[in-house]
Nanobody, 113 residues
């Protein structure tokens, strides 16, 4: 069965960094575009970053430009979201999505002093 498991979230101070990981199984990972989304309390879920099966960027949120980067390792069936210069407004549950259909359960990121 399909499994998508996010990890790496936590509490970090403003200006800090976190690296999220998303481990996937149960589908042909290397053939799937992958995305990170986030949802803050009281807000709609929004796209953070998306990449092609080969790892090329297809889209990202303007608010994370220059601070976040998404990458993938097809040998490990894993995608990453490197988040630098974090701001309180980055606080959200971060979700990994495979193609247009499979979602993970999310990992909480809290940016606070």
């Amino acid at each position: 069965q399909v499994q998508i498991v996010e990890s790496g979230g936590g509490l970090v101070q403003p200006g800090g960094s976190l690296r999220l990981s998303c481990a996937a199984s149960g589908f042909p990972f290397s053939s799937y575009a992958m995305s990170w989304y986030r949802q803050a309390p009281g807000k709609e879920r929004e796209l953070v970053w998306s990449i092609t099966p080969a790892g090329g960027t297809t889209n990202f949120a303007a608010s994370v430009k220059g601070r976040f980067t998404m990458s993938r390792d097809n040998a490990k069936n894993t995608v990453y979201l490197q988040m630098n210069s974090l701001k309180p407004e980055d606080t959200a549950v971060y979700y990994c999505k495979a193609g247009g259909r499979y979602w993970g359960q999310g990992t909480q990121v809290t940016v606070s002093s």
